[in-house]
Structures are given as structure tokens and as C-alpha cells.
T-cell receptor, first 109, second 114 residues
Framework: GEDVEQSLFLSVREGDSSVINCTYTDSSSTYLYWYKQEPGAGLQLLTYIFSNMDMKQDQRLTVLLNKKDKHLSLRIADTQTGDSAIYFCADNQGGKLIFGQGTELSVKP | DTEVTQTPKHLVMGMTNKKSLKCEQHMGHRAMYWYKQKAKKPPELMFVYSYEKLSINESVPSRFSPECPNSSLLNLHLHALQPEDSALYLC?????????????FGSGTRLTVV
């Protein structure tokens, strides 16, 4: 199947920006998503981007899409301790939502 | 109502037991999904129902049996499970299988097989 890849860990200081990266291989992807999972909880949809866009901003979140390089990133401005979680990028492939391995974000005070 | 509700939240069952996981949504979504998630791993798709019909079975063992009684409900019947089936089972729904807006996930059932 098609792959979605992420780095596994990211550690930042409170107040800094966090950038979580993702690469995908399916060139027919129409939508790409970012989900957040806090410990012991389900997945929360943070944002998504349509493939004909290269940027989407929603409050502290900025999504950048480089379709040529099949690279997606999520920037969290002014990162807070409450942002500590696992972040999954996901790709909708023919009716299936396929997830990357997840990036564990640790925010230190 | 913008939620997917899963019950029970926790379940411990023996290898000879039969149990069911339940999922409910009232958002008018016509696609519903079961995912299995091991600790610190991404969710893995098990089944997709579209308009109450099973459209995708990701080669899941027959000890897992899904059922979609109506457009709001999705069940997962469990029988003769193995300890390695212990995981978080997530239900999700969406307006359709390949549409924007992503999937709405429930908070999951944490299953332990002893």
C-alpha cells in the first residue's frame, strides 16, 4: 500500500513553535489531515488541507503542503503544555484513512 | 450532536467469551469504520461500512464480526479472541468514504483479553 511517514519524536519548550513533518507517496491524494491523540483518548481532527492548496491557517495552526515533494507539515505557534500529544498525519486513499506512525510532541515548561 | 459514542469504555474478556463493542452516531454520516490501535502505534483499519453495507474488510480474522443494524449504529462482535487482540478499538464515521472533513472518531474501547 501507499506509505505515510513521520518522525517519531519532537521536544520543544513552552512558547516556542513546533513543526511536525510528514511525507506521503500517493500522488492522487485529494485531502490530507492532521489528527491529535492525547493519552488514553481517541483521535481529534485538528485540520485538513485540500491538495490544490499550499497553505491553510487556523488560529495557532499552519499547514503547509508541497505537492511536488509530497511533503506536509503542521506548525503550532506558541506551543503550550496542553499541546503535548501524538500527532498523526493521514491520507485518504480510496475510502480508507491511512495514518503515519505518529509524532510524539513533548512540551517542556 | 457531533459525537461518536462508543461503549463500553473498557472491557476485559477471557479467550472463551463472546462480547460486543457498540458505536453510535447521530450526525447523518453514511460511512462508519472500525480501527484497531496498539499503544503508541497508528490506528489500523479493520472494516468500512458504506450505506450500511460492508465495503472493506482488511483481511480481519473471523473472530471479529462487524454488524451495521442501521445508519446510526455499528457493532463489533468478538469471539474466541487471543491476548494479542488486546488494543484500543476505535469507531469513526464520515459523510461518505472519500470526502473532505475527515472522520469523526469515538474515544474508543480499551480491550484486554486474558
Amino acid at each position: 500500500g501507499e506509505d505515510v511517514e513521520q518522525s517519531l519524536f519532537l521536544s520543544v519548550r513552552e512558547g516556542d513553535s513546533s513543526v511536525i513533518n510528514c511525507t506521503y507517496t500517493d500522488s492522487s491524494s485529494t485531502y490530507l489531515y492532521w489528527y491529535k491523540q492525547e493519552p488514553g483518548a481517541g483521535l481529534q481532527l485538528l485540520t485538513y488541507i485540500f491538495s490544490n492548496m499550499d497553505m491553510k491557517q487556523d488560529q495557532r495552526l499552519t499547514v503547509l503542503l508541497n505537492k511536488k515533494d509530497k511533503h506536509l507539515s503542521l506548525r503550532i505557534a506558541d506551543t503550550q503544555t496542553g499541546d503535548s500529544a501524538i500527532y498523526f498525519c493521514a491520507d485518504n486513499q480510496g475510502g480508507k484513512l491511512i495514518f503515519g506512525q505518529g509524532t510524539e510532541l513533548s512540551v517542556k515548561p | 450532536d457531533t459525537e461518536v459514542t462508543q461503549t463500553p469504555k473498557h472491557l476485559v474478556m477471557g479467550m472463551t467469551n463472546k462480547k460486543s463493542l457498540k458505536c453510535e452516531q447521530h450526525m447523518g454520516h453514511r460511512a462508519m469504520y472500525w480501527y484497531k490501535q496498539k499503544a503508541k502505534k497508528p490506528p489500523e483499519l479493520m472494516f468500512v461500512y458504506s450505506y450500511e453495507k460492508l465495503s472493506i474488510n482488511e483481511s480481519v480474522p473471523s473472530r471479529f464480526s462487524p454488524e451495521c443494524p442501521n445508519s446510526s449504529l455499528l457493532n463489533l462482535h468478538l469471539h474466541a479472541l487471543q491476548p494479542e487482540d488486546s488494543a484500543l478499538y476505535l469507531c469513526a464515521s464520515s459523510q461518505a468514504e472519500s470526502l473532505a472533513g475527515g472522520y469523526t472518531f469515538g474515544s474508543g474501547t480499551r480491550l484486554t483479553v486474558v
